[in-house]
Nanobody
Framework: QVQLQACGGGLVQAGESLMLSCAASGEPYAHNYMGWYRRPPGKQRELAATITTTGITNYADSVKGRFTISRDNARNTVYLQMTNLKPEDTGVYYC???????????????WGQGTQVTVSS
């Protein structure tokens, strides 16, 4: 019964910023982590960033120093602040909610439908 609704994608120029948000409806797992994953054109889905309920973060090397993930536990909402965007950041961005102790690709994980981010040069 839990669903994720993502918004905030768009078309921007290189060097600009963009904010993504994703809110979970219903009752999510009590102990969980949320994250953002992206699929560049012609490539497999990959990790961008994750964050636990206690604020522990994990970033892909490609986005370190440019992206910041945060969450509002009261609203079960995760955010991704993207700065200094590059053309290689282009792709479909998916939000994910997973129970603690399970990988983000597990059957228990819940996915949003994705939002398109396009960065022009």
């Amino acid at each position: 019964q839990v669903q994720l609704q993502a918004c905030g994608g768009g078309l921007v120029q290189a060097g600009e910023s963009l904010m993504l948000s994703c809110a979970a409806s219903g009752e999510p797992y009590a102990h969980n982590y949320m994250g953002w994953y992206r699929r560049p054109p012609g490539k497999q889905r990959e990790l961008a960033a994750t964050i636990t309920t206690t604020g522990i973060t994990n970033y892909a090397d490609s986005v370190k120093g440019r992206f910041t993930i945060s969450r509002d536990n009261a609203r079960n909402t995760v955010y991704l602040q993207m700065t200094n965007l590059k053309p290689e950041d282009t792709g479909v961005y998916y939000c994910n909610l997973s129970p603690d102790g399970r990988p983000w690709w597990s059957p228990e994980s819940i996915w949003g439908q994705g939002t398109q981010v396009t960065v022009s040069s």
